[in-house]
């Protein structure tokens, strides 16, 4: 054999035990981190599991005050529609609807737009968690971003509408308005559908934490299961990869040595089981 194939071979058992070596230390890694792996994402779903159910709360306030947000604005808009263009002729129309629209409805708005600017910076950070706990096998987690990033940008323009009529009604008071009636019955009109709106966005982000909730539950109970079964097909695989590299050595030894390796002496007992069944000698 020439000296370039024996380097060859050398290098091919080299090669095959850095496999072997390399093999082992997955498997040991693969159940070395499987409880501590398990542990985190455990923890990971319980705090999200929290975090959206902080949300769910809040959003369940946010809806109880936009409710009484929409009944402050249909009782402007009624008030106005039935004083009509006799509006401005009466003061205590205006001090009812300037109460109605600060003490009723700005507060509210206000503080359910602020309410869900907060959970939505707060739920952006836990979305990371939710699109990782996605890439496990089997899971399936829907993510709350759009949602609530719907609905604060709606709450920021019903905002403005509010305050819009706000400056409305002191113009209206001051008589700078043409068609003080139109001019407040056209932002009630908007500003109603879009109260509608988010009431249907925050309506519908809570059933979304509701199946998110339902699911991390489901996740937080499978999870044991699912990081076992990625280190059994961890292992299983590089047990494969371990005996293809083995074979690979095996058989590189063998062309090297020029002989076959003899497993049969290899067998523990197999000397020993020789030297007693051979026969006793007959002296003459």
Known sequence: MSTLKKIGLVLVILTATVGIILGMVTVWFAWAYNTPVTEGLTQAVV??????TAADNGLGKVNTGLRTALGAVTAIDVATRAAGDKIVETSFAFQILDRTVGDRLFPRVAAAQETVSALAATVIGINDTLEAANRLPFVDVPTLTTELEAVRDRLDTARGRVEELQT?????????????????????????????????????????????????????????????????????????????????????????SGKRIDWDRLRPGKEESEVATEPPSVEA
């Open 47 to 52: 705090g999200t599991q929290r975090v959206l």
């Open 168 to 256: 409305g009604i002191r113009e209206i008071k001051e008589q700078k308005v043409s068609r003080p009636v139109s001019f407040v019955t056209d932002r009630t009109d908007r500003l109603m559908e879009e109260i509608d709106d988010v009431l249907a966005r925050t309506t519908n982000a809570q059933a979304r934490i509701s199946v998110t909730m339902s699911r991390l539950e489901r996740l937080e109970e499978r999870l044991p299961g699912i990081i076992d079964l990625i280190s059994i097909i961890i292992t299983v695989v590089t047990a494969w990869f371990i005996g293809v590299q083995a074979y690979v050595a095996i058989r590189a030894y063998e062309r090297l």
